[in-house]
């Protein structure tokens, strides 16, 4: 475990944080953005998080899966996910460069596992072994998992994924969500959505 972190540490020493008051949001999907639902979906949802913030993680378990039945199961939304590093950043950028290495297909599932892992992160002060769980339930071995966290080419992604999102955001805060453009920040229920999905319609049948 201690040799785990005290490598970690030193490998994501050189990732970006994100700043404060940056140049307007870009609703432009990106080839490395990770993106579920409807393509040609008239409502685009647009949300940054850190796999590190527990307000992102409340909202990954408690309000998400009602939010991607009623929503992007149904074709309504298309749904763009963002990664941010907040502090800790070392599990930050730990839980996307897992959630990267075990595939698109399984992207989501793992990165939710490493949300409901986070709590467990906090109370044990252990990176490893929540980690090891989630990777294991994604199919890794011991020696994959060890590998993907120490991989440099995955740590130089997500340092350039980082940036480029630190110069398009326009956001202070995870979770950060842009419903067509419009912000919307915090912990947000699903009537929240609702409503900024509802007022999105509208808008768009304004513009018909």
């Known amino acids: 475990m201690r040799r785990l972190n005290a490598l970690f540490l030193v490998m994501v020493t050189s990732l970006l944080m994100i700043g404060h008051g940056q ?24 949300e940054y998080a850190s796999a590190s913030c527990s307000h992102c993680a409340a909202f990954a378990i408690d309000v998400f899966p009602a939010f991607k039945a009623k929503y992007i199961d149904t074709g309504q939304v298309k749904y763009v996910f963002r990664e941010v590093l907040t502090e800790p950043v070392q599990l930050a950028a730990a839980g996307f460069i897992l959630a990267r290495c075990t595939g698109k297909e399984n992207y989501f599932k793992t990165l939710d596992g490493v949300f409901h892992a986070q709590q467990q992160v906090y109370e044990t002060q252990n990176l490893r072994t929540p980690l090891m769980k989630v990777a294991k339930s994604a199919g890794l071995t011991e020696a994959q998992f060890m590998a993907c966290l120490t991989d440099k080419a995955a740590l130089d992604s997500l340092n350039a994924r980082v940036e480029r999102i630190a110069k398009a955001g326009d956001f202070d805060s995870t979770p950060t969500f842009f419903i067509n453009g419009q912000k919307l920040m915090g912990k947000h229920s699903l009537a929240d959505l609702d409503a900024a999905i509802a007022a999105a319609k509208k808008r768009s049948n304004a513009k018909k």
């Open 23 to 46: 140049s307007a949001h870009s609703a432009v999907v990106n080839d490395d953005d990770m993106v579920m639902g409807n393509p040609k979906a008239k409502i685009t949802v647009v």
